[in-house]
């Protein structure tokens, strides 16, 4: 059992005797999903954990902007049984509704979910009056993440420091390797729960009809360099093999796109590139249905909500040594390739490629055990337990 840091001591006894109200604050929210894993990390954790009552406040857009649909602004709304939720339109973000909505919700808990946002992060912990909080890096504070807009986020965390609230507050990490990032940036001192990810788990989908000498690939994420699909498509300009890749998911930055439509116009004949655009959360069993491979090699993910998913459904997955998912290989569950050479990548497209249905069927069924086997729901809520003072 993974155990939270053990600096963790000065939560006041009378925490820990009566159902908590937990006050979550971040940008989107379902319906939204553009913005990714932690907006699905949340939904997860509010539909299959019940030990404690949920309050979300949100912002009422996508990560494009879009208004979202089917929802009420500006008041509290029910998303299930123990959640409600807050879509807030930009106009009433000010510091005294933001003060008074966090009071009047009577929270026990304050649990912020980002590091770089003002008003769904920094201004909610200083100005909301709640007897504990706690701030969930969710990998912004992985190396590969910190590489990517790295002015903005030194300006933040900049910020974290000059008003000490990373020494005022708790942090939340979900596994230990996110701690140590923690720690390398805020301090040994500062004071980290570790809890995990909920996943969502899908039935086993059977291989059919592999063939040797073709592969039919699919990568379900956010298209932007943090994900490379570009370096997916420049390990497919060397294929010999028939290769079809399938892409799912929202644009998120257009000039990297825009480097991946001239990869994918130079690519040779038999290698075929089909962009399928945004796919919801609820289309996502179907639109790995098809596909032989999942293919994402992240230069980091906290989680990796997507590459879970593909395992559980029995799609062996090609992904870099930075997920929370290594050992692929000797499991038959998949690959972990290196990024600093794209020709590795072209190596794992091939080596899939060559299996035959017989060989490919033992590396379905590999996939799927990999993911159930590091399933354990009821240690996951032990962890939010012991985080969300469910345990005295």
Known sequence: MRKYHSRIKSIPALFFLTRKIVFICIDWFHPSYKAGGPVQSIANLVEQYQGVSFKIFCGNTDLDGSLNEGVVFDRWTYYNAHTQVWYSSSGW??????????????ADILFVIGIYSWYFNLLPLLVGKVPVKIVSARGMLHPGALSQKSFKKNFFIGLW???????????????????????????KRVRVFIAGNFPRVFDLQPAIDKKAGALSLVSIALISPMKNIGLVLEALRTCREQIRYTIYGPIKDALYWEQCLELIRKLPANVQVDYRGEVIPAEIVAALKGSDVFILPSKSENFGHAIFEALSAGKPVITSFNTPFNGLYKCQAGLNVSLDDVGKITAAIGFFAGMDQVTFNNWNVGANKYAMERLDLEELRREYDLMFGQNG
């Open 93 to 106: 973000r000010s510091v005294g509704n933001i003060r008074k909505l966090i009071g009047e919700a009577g």
């Open 161 to 187: 420091k000059l008003t000490g609230l990373y020494r005022r507050h708790f942090f939340h990490a979900t596994d230990e390797q996110e701690r140590i990032f923690i720690q390398q940036n805020f301090g």
